[in-house]
T-cell receptor, first 114, second 116 residues
Framework: AQSVTQLGSHVSVSEGALVLLRCNYS??????LFWYVQYPNQGLQLLLK??????LVKGINGFEAEFKKSETSFHLTKPSAHMSDAAEYFC????????????FGTGTRLLVSP | NAGVTQTPKFQVLKTGQSMTLQCAQD?????MSWYRQDPGMGLRLIHY???????DQGEVPNGYNVSRSTTEDFPLRLLSAAPSQTSVYFC???????????????FGDGTRLSIL
């Protein structure tokens, strides 16, 4: 079965600093990978997705992620953090064809200080 | 607005009670899924459906039933509520592979369920 590991349940950065959220996956087949963001008391919003096209994926709100097959990683980055980026971030992998069976990591809460 | 609608948003139950969480989507998506979100555990798949009349179990199906009589609706039933089912429940829908566009899976806003 596929799995996702997110290193660090909490990450703290200062406003304007680089954001790096780590995600590693295990999969026996080429995966589809996703990053979602969840603001307090809200649902999940898709930030970006990798579906076997370009390995560097750009998403919304200035985020991007790079698929590295050799490292089985799909880390999320943003050059300069903003206070509004404070939220919980989930990495997910698609298990099998289609997107109806996502396997999620345990999430990383991003804290941004002034 | 088009999307996934979950009702109710909040619910408190007593142990042993039953209830149905409703999920409806108006995007004509064939695929629908139910997840539960617990602190420190991310989201875990309960049940999913790839079309009307077709459902299957996910990672944590025990204590839950689903049915899919129409494309639009995918209700989740708790047969006999237990405190361990206290969670936030999310419904999601998606089109078949190759038709995802920019948003492969749409999530509802969640149902917060407490079982006493």
């Amino acid at each position: 079965a596929q799995s996702v590991t997110q290193l660090g349940s909490h990450v703290s950065v200062s406003e304007g600093a680089l954001v790096l959220l780590r995600c590693n996956y295990s999969s026996s087949v080429p995966p589809y990978l996703f990053w979602y963001v969840q603001y307090p008391n809200q649902g999940l919003q898709l930030l970006l997705k990798y579906t076997s096209a370009a390995t560097l994926v750009k998403g919304i709100n200035g985020f991007e992620a790079e698929f590295k097959k050799s490292e089985t990683s799909f880390h999320l980055t943003k050059p300069s953090a903003h206070m509004s980026d404070a939220a919980e971030y989930f990495c997910a992998v698609s298990e099998g064809g289609g997107f109806q069976k996502l396997v999620f990591g345990t999430g990383t809460r991003l804290l941004v200080s002034p | 607005n088009a999307g996934v609608t979950q009702t109710p948003k909040f619910q408190v139950l007593k142990t042993g009670q039953s209830m149905t969480l409703q999920c409806a989507q108006d995007m004509n998506h064939e695929y629908m899924s139910w997840y539960r979100q617990d602190p420190g555990m991310g989201l875990r798949l309960i049940h999913y459906s790839v079309g009307a009349g077709i459902t299957d179990q996910g990672e944590v199906p025990n204590g839950y039933n689903v049915s899919r009589s129409t494309t639009e609706d995918f209700p989740l039933r708790l047969l006999s509520a237990a405190p361990s089912q206290t969670s936030v429940y999310f419904c999601a829908s998606s089109p078949p592979p190759g038709q995802g566009g920019d948003q492969p899976q749409h999530f509802g806003d969640g149902t917060r369920l407490s079982i006493l």
